[in-house]
């Protein structure tokens, strides 16, 4: 399987951008697919995730009323809209994958993905 994020790019502060992750290779819809970031000299961290079958989603804390993800299953999409972004949001965004099944949990820690896609440079500055 394997995983193509796109969408990011130089935004001003306050203003909107929607990543989206294609799917290629998968046989099924029981996976997870997450969104994590990564801003210079710090750790990745998750942003968002969802159970592709069921739609059940997760969100880091503070991330919940600025962000949005979704899935398109029949264009085998995994978008992450983001909203009034600042320069903090600056990072490179990736999207991972790993089998599972349905249900209320949501995986959201790195190291529970084991298909990584290239990332995508979000870059939010004046």
């Known amino acids: 399987v394997q995983l193509q994020a796109s969408g990011g790019g130089l935004v001003k502060p306050g203003g909107s951008l929607r990543l989206s992750c294609a799917l290629s290779?998968?046989?099924?819809?029981?996976?997870?697919i997450g969104w994590f970031r990564q801003a210079p000299g710090l750790k990745r961290e998750v942003v968002s995730s969802?159970?592709?079958?069921?739609?059940?989603?997760y969100y880091a804390d503070s991330l919940e009323h600025q962000f949005t993800i979704s899935r398109d299953k029949g264009k085998k999409l995994v978008y992450l809209q983001m909203d009034s972004l600042q320069p903090e949001d600056t990072a490179i965004y990736y999207c991972?994958?790993?089998?599972?099944?349905?249900?209320?949990?949501?995986?959201?820690?790195?190291?529970?993905?084991?298909?990584w896609g290239q990332g995508t440079q979000v870059t939010v500055s004046s």
């Open positions: 991972a994958a790993v089998r599972y099944g349905s249900g209320p949990y949501v995986p959201r820690e790195d190291w529970q993905f084991d298909t």
């Open positions: 290779g998968f046989t099924s819809d029981y996976y997870a």
């Open positions: 969802i159970n592709y079958n069921d739609g059940n989603t």
